[in-house]
């Protein structure tokens, strides 16, 4: 969360989300067919990143958790991406559906100083698709796509809207893109065990425990509301 500046004026303005920002309501994360969300995460990822650590972050929180800062740095191929695309197109991790541009209306090299500065992606108003990307006022400024996957909050500065993202939650593939496009399952994922014991070394807040089960995962006691 975080308090809105205008741009104009450079006054403080709470709610949250200053136009072109989209609202939507709380109502937007009742309990789906997978917690927050319509569908669950998919199973091979962009980055290298593990689905069911990113299957937390955006489906099973109740917008109080977040990848560790600076964690797409941790991912190289992310950075790697970055040099060979611009701008680069995010996708929703359950949907594939298009989320975030970036850069646009500024360089490569200021849409990663940001993000380097803030610790997380840093998007502003014209890099958000907003045929997918909602915020919801009454949580904070929580982002969440239309589909109801978690995806970070609205930190505003001085600036305006600064839209703070999980990597994790904008991993996806693009809508329609198949394993076999993709490649052998076994070159995108490790060992379940070895892959969080990796990521507990950057100070994750999701340890591995081989006996869980996310699909019928309950640790938030809000049976409404998840996200």
Same mark, same amino acid.
């Given at each position: ?9 450079? &006054? ?12 939507? &309501?709380?109502?937007? $994360? ?33 917008? &109080? $958790?977040?990848?560790?800062?600076? %964690? ?10 970055? /040099? ?8 929703? *991790? ?40 909602? *915020? ?22 001085? &600036? ?6 999980? *990597?994790?939650? *904008? ?18 994922? $490790? ?8 990521? /507990? ?11 869980? /089960? ?10 409404? $509301? %998840?996200?």
């Amino acid at each position: 969360g975080g308090t809105q500046a205008t741009q104009s004026e450079g &006054k403080v303005d709470t709610n949250f989300c200053a136009p072109p920002c989209v609202r939507a &309501k709380e109502s937007l $994360l009742t309990k789906k067919n997978h917690r927050s969300s319509t569908l669950r995460t998919e199973k091979v990822l962009r980055w290298n990143i593990h689905s069911k650590f990113a299957n937390k972050i955006c489906n099973h929180n109740n917008h &109080k $958790l977040a990848e560790d800062k600076w %964690y797409y740095m941790v991912t190289a191929d992310f950075l790697e991406d970055t /040099d060979n695309q611009d701008p680069i197109v995010f996708f929703d *991790v359950n949907t594939g559906k298009h989320l975030f541009t970036a850069p646009l209306g500024r360089s490569k090299k200021e849409f990663l100083a940001e993000t380097y500065e803030h610790g997380w992606p840093s998007f502003r108003d014209d890099e958000v698709n907003w045929d997918n990307v909602r *915020v919801i006022p009454e949580r904070m400024g929580e982002v969440v796509s239309i589909d109801g996957t978690h995806l970070g909050h609205n930190n505003p500065d001085e &600036k305006g809207n600064r839209y703070c993202i999980n *990597v994790v939650c *904008v991993a996806g593939h693009p809508k329609g893109v198949g394993l076999d496009e993709l490649g052998d399952e076994d070159d995108y994922i $490790l060992d379940e065990k070895d892959k969080y014991e990796d990521q /507990d070394e950057y100070g994750y807040e999701y340890e591995y425990n081989e006996d869980e /089960d996310t699909d019928d995962d309950d640790d938030d006691d809000d049976d409404e $509301l %998840y996200g």
